[in-house]
């Protein structure tokens, strides 16, 4: 009996034991951080009736390995206060066994226009403990349904419904005929001023401001901007044009959708409980725009809602309507191609306040409203990204200064206390290769003044200043403004040259990044090509967080398919001026699938399946009686091919292989990407059919384009589509030598690629046995290569690899996957995508010792670093919670030892199924950082 009290005192000891043991370290090993809504952080405006949430899991400890989500509770309210106190009044989803962590769908109540909900999250880890909540995050509602809007669009009695340029036929474009780039001249008028003063007598519980304004607007509220955004809104289709079809590349006006995006403020705490003014300056933007790249939609308008919620419980809207008064603005001049002239002897002190007396205002007019659909501003809107100092500045002997600031920016010089006389002219010459508009500021001439543009962007590095006395480098600062998408990717090697190829892309990149979507060239053109963007996306995929911005561009390409023949133009939103061919349109397959593999979202290939299969469907009716597509589209109205809609591959530094070849390789890629996302939907009739168009396109490029006696598929990248479609086994040695002998001997070494071929060069070549000679081409600092712009003090790419043309073209950066894909191995995984599931698979060539890669997935921080140490390959990898990866370890013989951590490798519970093959030894490993050591 004694022993068995004992017994059962040790037992409730050993328990007690264990309590506190877990007490003392039950803290949860996994916090959740980075809440988002539809991709975006804190969205102010969101329009979708179960939006999406996401977070990423962080680990408490670098040293931890193998750890996980095993739950998840999502908790939302109507107030933060009631979140935070526990009161969930509209969600709360309870203990869900889960290890998501991403695309959350909402399921709670329903919910109500313009209303903010708060949420945060709590996470369990491995061993099922809780972390502590999240840090709490929100998302505002937009209008849901079109009858809640009361605003009516306004506009200035002093300009009419049209835009000022009307499009008239002209003749069609001739390839590098100066006529491309002509201008007529158009008037201009001042940007109009809008004011409206309400009075507000109750206690004031909460209040929203829903804004838009075409082409762009700035919005003020008594007397202060409000948000920090520029060149809002993001661009889209705004309205039905009748006059593209009269175009010098003229397609059917017969598009899928057009849209507006609206914008939403929090401005409860601006508004007084007495006289309030709400007021908002409209620039023209695209919408009014002279230049022949575009064709303009109207003239600039405006719209507004104002929604106040009163403690009481009641509500009172203030809408943008005839009540409203309008003046002209002190920027008399402004265009995004034309530039902007500011008058500031035109300043009315106050004019968005109270105090500001509007009687010899005029009163705004109705203007008809867009045919586009008001839609959310569920995107990034462009944002100050980056402030930049003059490394230099001089005055010349004319008197101007002229100012470096180091980079090549997209943006424009803000000046800062200045002085001059008034009715002086400040004017601003900013040096450029290609057009740039004007920069101009007259002074009023009293004590201090300080400018910045507000309508328009410049491009430049350096500029010339005059019409000033007395300028110092503290007067003026070159200020970035780009789509808000930051850089999450970090990459360096042991080649200086390759570090200064991936730092110049990005920045061209950036600077190409505005109103949501990315220009061929932020000066020339500014248009949203379709081709440039599909080269490029998966570049960019691996170095920005683009998912947010991509989603609103790729819905930008379904809205501009053609609802008849399923025909995706050249540049979405659509602008005239966009020339191109089948690889253009190609982007609606291609974007959506590379979207999917990289930021694992379904509903992206849900959403664009149909327009995906309209292309190929369009696509099919060019198929020649070889089986093979040769494009020969022609204006509409005219039965002549225009060259500016049948492009084949563009800017190679020779020639460009034959049209036929290339359009033939998109169809292949077309279907191939759609057989796919078919698959993905399990659509399996679909995946059949789409898998047949994909094998028989395939067979007839093979048949067609295949030189047996040369053993080539041509020159100028021919025989990179060829690899990338797929050749023949009997003949694939011989193509890989005589694309080896094509590159090394021919070209010394060089590429010899268009854009299109370029995005497969490097890559190709190395999955093929030819990484040296991937390198060596990269490696180039004489022309045509990438060093060459390095060695011509470029800090953006070029649009052509001898420098003529455009200054700033981010296409050619579709290539720099070989850096990430290649030398630092990281691969997405279609079949687990978004690296959920993580492929590292490095081919380091003899000539770098070192490959640093890291980037920001939806999972979390991703590393994978490859270093060649005393006669030995090191492999250090950081896999983020949620994810798992297969590491592919190089080993030259079978007497090769491999370590990890110092250890011998071994299966454990976060390292396992180590085996040989082809030349790897390949293990899968769990969340956690390791380090591979060969010898």
């Not at 093959?917 to 010898?935: H, L, P, T």
């Amino acid at each position: 009996m004694k022993l068995n009290i004992r017994i059962k005192a040790s037992f409730v000891c050993t328990l007690f034991m264990a309590v506190v043991l877990i007490s003392c370290n039950g803290a949860s090993k996994i916090k959740p951080v980075e809440l988002t809504c539809e991709y975006m952080e804190t969205p102010t405006v969101v329009d979708v009736a179960s939006p999406r949430l996401s977070w990423i899991n962080e680990a408490s400890s670098s040293k931890i390995r193998g750890e996980y989500q095993r739950a998840y509770r999502i908790c939302v309210a109507s107030s933060k206060e009631k979140l935070l106190k526990g009161d969930t009044d509209i969600w709360d989803s309870g203990k869900v066994q889960s290890s998501d962590s991403y695309l959350i769908p909402y399921t709670g109540k329903s919910l109500e226009s313009t209303k903010d909900y708060w949420w945060r999250v709590m996470v369990w880890d491995s061993n099922d403990i809780k972390s502590n909540w999240s840090q709490p995050a929100y998302w505002g509602m937009g209008l849901l349904y079109s009858n809640e809007w009361k605003a009516k669009w306004i506009g200035a009695p002093w300009q009419g419904e049209e835009p000022r340029r009307i499009i008239e036929p002209r003749p069609p474009f001739i390839p590098g005929s100066p006529q491309r780039f002509q201008q007529p001249a158009y008037p201009f008028f001042p940007a109009p001023m809008f004011r409206k003063t309400f009075a507000l007598e109750r206690d004031i519980k909460s209040a929203k401001a829903f804004v838009t304004g075409l082409g762009y607007f700035e919005f003020y509220l008594n007397g202060k901007k409000v948000g920090d955004d520029y060149l809002v809104p993001n661009f889209t289709n705004y309205s039905n044009r009748e006059m593209i079809e009269a175009a010098p590349i003229a397609i059917e006006n017969n598009f899928r959708d057009h849209r507006v995006m609206y914008l939403a403020y929090d401005i409860t705490d601006m508004l007084s409980q007495d006289l309030n003014v709400a007021g908002a300056i409209v620039g023209d933007g695209f919408y009014d725009s002279t230049s022949r790249w575009v064709a303009s939609f109207g003239s600039p308008r405006f719209l507004c809602q104002i929604e106040v919620t009163y403690k009481d419980g009641s509500k009172e809207i203030i809408c943008s309507d005839e009540s409203w008064k309008v003046k002209e603005s002190p920027i008399v001049m402004n265009g995004v191609y034309d530039g902007e002239i500011y008058d500031a002897n035109k300043e009315i002190t106050g004019w968005a306040t109270a105090g500001c007396e509007d009687s010899n205002w005029d009163s705004a007019i109705l203007r008809k409203a867009p045919t586009g659909k008001l839609t959310a501003h569920m995107a990034p809107a462009d944002k100050l990204t980056e402030v930049l100092n003059p490394i230099s500045l001089l005055k010349n002997e004319e008197g101007a200064y002229e100012v470096d600031f180091g980079v090549e920016i997209s943006g424009w010089i803000h000046f800062k206390d200045i002085r001059g006389t008034k009715g002086d002219t400040l004017n601003v010459k900013y040096i450029c290769e290609s057009p740039l508009g004007v920069h101009k500021y007259i002074f009023k001439g009293i004590g201090q003044e300080s400018h910045v543009p507000r309508f328009t962007w410049y491009v430049f590095r350096k500029a010339v200043i005059s019409g000033i006395d007395n300028l110092t480098a503290d007067m003026l600062t070159a200020e970035a403004i780009n789509t808000d998408v930051p850089v999450t990717a970090e990459f360096r090697t042991s080649n200086e040259l390759f570090n200064r190829i991936n730092a110049i892309w990005q920045r061209s990149q950036l600077d190409n990044m505005h109103g949501g979507i990315a220009s061929d060239c932020p000066h020339r053109e500014r248009s949203p090509y379709t081709g440039d963007g599909q080269v490029a996306c998966i570049t960019v995929m691996h170095n920005f967080n683009a998912a947010a911005m991509y989603k609103k561009w790729i819905r930008d390409m379904n809205d501009a398919q053609n609802i008849e023949t399923g025909y995706v133009p050249n540049g979405a939103p659509w602008q005239p001026g966009c020339g191109g061919g089948v690889a253009w349109g190609a982007a609606m397959n291609i974007m959506p699938w590379e979207y999917y593999v990289h930021y694992g979202d379904i509903k992206m290939l849900e959403d664009n399946f149909h327009a995906m299969k309209e292309q190929v469907k369009y696509m099919l009716t060019w198929l020649t009686s070889d089986g093979t597509m040769f494009s020969q589209r022609t204006n509409i109205h005219s039965t002549q091919p225009n060259y500016w809609l049948n492009l084949g591959d563009w800017v190679g530094p020779y020639q460009n292989p034959p049209e036929e070849l290339v359009h033939t390789f998109y169809l292949w890629r077309c279907a191939d990407f759609t057989a796919r996302a078919a698959k993905v939907l399990n659509q399996n009739d679909e995946y059949v059919y789409y898998s047949n168009i994909r094998n028989n396109v395939r067979n007839a490029f093979n048949n067609k384009f295949y030189d047996t006696e040369n053993k080539t598929y041509g020159d100028y990248g021919s025989n990179i589509f060829a690899l990338v479609i797929g050749v023949p086994t009997d003949r694939y040695e011989d193509v890989k030598h005589t694309l080896r002998k094509e590159i090394s001997e021919t070209y010394n070494g060089h590429l010899n690629t268009g854009i299109f071929g370029t995005q497969f060069f490097f890559e190709t070549l190395a999955a093929h046995g030819m990484n040296d000679v991937a390198y060596e081409a990269m490696n180039k600092r004489n022309m045509p290569g990438f060093g060459y712009w390095i060695e011509q003090d470029a800090t953006v790419t070029w649009e052509h690899w001898d420098g003529r043309g455009s200054r700033n073209h981010p296409m050619f950066g579709g290539a720099l996957t070989w850096f990430y894909r290649t030398l630092a191995g990281v691969n997405a995984d279609e079949n687990n995508p978004g690296f959920r599931h993580i492929i590292i698979k490095p081919n380091l060539p003899n000539q770098l010792d070192h490959v640093f890669y890291s980037n920001i997935t939806p999972y979390g921080k991703l590393i994978s670093e490859i270093k060649k140490v005393n006669n030995q390959l090191e492999i250090n990898i950081t896999i983020p919670v949620g994810s798992q990866a297969t590491v592919y370890i190089p080993v030259e013989s079978h007497s090769s030892v491999i370590t990890e951590n110092g250890k011998a490798l071994v299966p454990s519970s976060y390292l396992d199924d180590v085996k040989d093959e082809n030349g790897y030894k390949i293990v899968r490993v769990k969340q956690g950082k390791y380090s591979f050591s060969v010898k």
